[in-house]
């Protein structure tokens, strides 16, 4: 599959081969393969800028260890011969960077996912480079170590068994019981650049929530610090010695003493939205750990209703390969249905 084939059902397209400036300007993105039925795994560049080409490659992966291991294996190239480090490219040349296999330990634990015959994940998005899914309820995104299933296994799963030499990174995480878009990487290579996009908050994700209460009308800032709970460590609190944290807040309808919210986040900070919701008097309904959960206890395990009501509904990210703006959506949740209809999101503030 090219960069430029069809994303699966349920998401965005896929970036369109060519045209996206990236590196600082330095090139322009022409197209890339992802390895399927033994094709080269690559990405191929245009040189818009003078430069060398430890500087090029440099603009593009923002890791000296990636441009150390691409010149060691030889994997940047220019008419199919290596570059070396101080070797000039001038405008119009056109290059290729070839993308790493997968690691053979991941491979076989996409063997054993896939053989446990689980549902496949809802694929939003993909390309060479990157990967989004339909996180479900109940479910870790990385190992705890307990030997869990987990989410980054069965896109490994669904990847083997397309074919795909890839080994997924997932570049965020939600909580267990948060469903919605989660952000996988499929190239070593541009990893860096994605965790450089998320300590930057250069994402704008936006979440679902319905909360307990009738929530303020307009949009509302959240930013009172956060920090751990020394008495529970489970939980985190928010407290005057806390990191910063900022939470945005669109109500989009409210009903049957609940409120539909948007919201965004400023930071990234453990629980963040759950905390800054439960301390604003609208913890989020079925929040086992900070809300009030079946029988009004609070702090209780949830029971019923569809679980946490908490979805990560979308994503928008400029493509660290492609240069390309790409919005990642999942949807209305169906399991929101027992309190709001689609309509109120689509009527609000829609992503």
Known sequence: MTAAGAACAGGVQAA????????????????????????PRQVRYRVEASCTAQGLLAALVRSKP???RTFEAGALSRGGAALRRQDALAPGVVVTLALAPADAPHAGAASAAGARGREEPRVLYRDPFLMAVDKPAGILVHADGTGART?????????????????PQAVQRLDVDTTGVVLFSLAPEFQPALDALVA?????????AVVEGS???????????????????????????????LTLVTVLARRGGKSLLLLELGTGRRHQIRVHLAHAGHPIVGDALYGRAAGGRLGGRAAGAGGLMLHAVCEELAHPATGKALRLEAGWPDRFGKFFSPLDYDAGARC
């Open 215 to 245: 929530f303020p009308a307009g949009v509302r800032r959240l930013d009172a610090p956060i920090g751990r709970d020394r008495h529970d460590a489970r939980r985190m609190r928010v407290s005057a010695g806390g990191k910063p944290a």
């Open 200 to 208: 930057s908050h250069d994402m704008r994700k936006r979440y679902l």
């Open 66 to 68: 990636v441009v150390a």
């Open 151 to 167: 989410l980054t296994d069965d896109v490994a799963a669904l990847l083997a068994r397309e074919g795909v030499p890839a080994a």
């Open 16 to 39: 369109a081969a060519g045209g996206g400036l990236v590196a600082g300007g330095l090139a322009t993105y022409l197209d890339a393969e992802d390895g399927v039925g033994g094709r």
